[in-house]
């Protein structure tokens, strides 16, 4: 089975400043799909980005974006110019290929704190 | 465009209880999801449904059911309630398109078991 791993539970950063998530996963498969999602204290998930693990090239959302280390099986986010709205839990997520339709698996979820 | 309509968006159970969460989706999806969120512990997949009346056990399907008798509407039903299915529930669908689509999340149900 696929496990993701989010090793920071919680991180800190000033206002502006530029702050890295990590995510690990392990898997067996090839290709598959990898997705951060943020989750602010009103509960709703927001999907921030998502990446293809066949795609060498790492996907940015404007401020946001990843490194994809696909040997090292690391997944981080990158968040340029903090503000204050991106306080929020963060989760990492693996998907299988072909679908997906078994749904996504999900890190423990790290919690961003944005210092004014 | 409503999206996924979870309800009701809280509630509080006495041990032994039952109830049904629902969740409805206006975007067509194939996939629906059951997922119960733990503080610390992300979020664990209950139940999932690949479309109408078919569905399948998750890693914690223990204490639920489901049916999926639309397309729409995909129910969580909580049998005989214990304190350890207090959690957040949330409902999510995808559009299932030869690669995977990511989830869309309804708002969640706060549910707690005294």
């Known amino acids: 089975a696929q496990t993701v791993t989010q090793s920071q539970p919680e991180m800190s950063v000033q206002e502006a400043e530029t702050v890295t998530l990590s995510c690990t996963y392990d898997?067996?498969?090839?290709?598959?799909?990898l997705f951060w999602y943020k989750q602010p204290p009103s509960r709703q998930m927001i999907l921030v980005i998502r990446?293809?693990?066949?795609?060498?090239q790492n996907a940015t959302e404007n401020r946001f974006s990843v490194n994809f280390q696909k040997a090292a099986k690391s997944f981080s986010l990158k968040i340029s110019d903090s503000q204050l709205g991106d306080a929020a839990m963060y989760f990492c997520?693996?998907?299988?290929?072909?679908?997906?339709?078994?749904?996504?698996?999900f890190g423990k979820g790290t919690h961003l704190i944005i210092q004014p | 465009n409503a999206g996924v309509t979870q309800t009701p968006k809280f509630r509080i159970l006495k041990i032994g209880q039952s109830m049904t969460l629902q969740c409805a989706q206006d975007?067509?999806?194939?996939?629906m999801y059951w997922y119960r969120q733990d503080p610390g512990m992300g979020l664990k997949l209950i139940y999932y449904?690949?479309?109408?009346?078919?569905?399948d056990k998750g890693e914690v399907p223990n204490g639920y059911n489901v049916s999926r008798s639309t397309t729409e509407d995909f129910p969580l039903r909580l049998e005989l309630a214990a304190p350890s299915q207090t959690s957040v529930y949330f409902c999510?669908?995808?559009?299932?398109?030869?690669?995977?689509?990511?989830?869309?999340f309804g708002n969640g149900t706060r549910l707690t078991v005294t």
């Open positions: 997520a693996y998907g299988h290929s072909g679908g997906g339709a078994d749904g996504l698996t």
């Open positions: 999510a669908s995808s559009y299932a398109q030869g690669e995977i689509s990511p989830l869309h």
């Open positions: 449904s690949v479309g109408a009346g078919i569905t």
């Open positions: 975007m067509n999806h194939n996939y």
């Open positions: 990446q293809e693990a066949y795609k060498q």
């Open positions: 898997t067996s498969e090839s290709d598959y799909y």
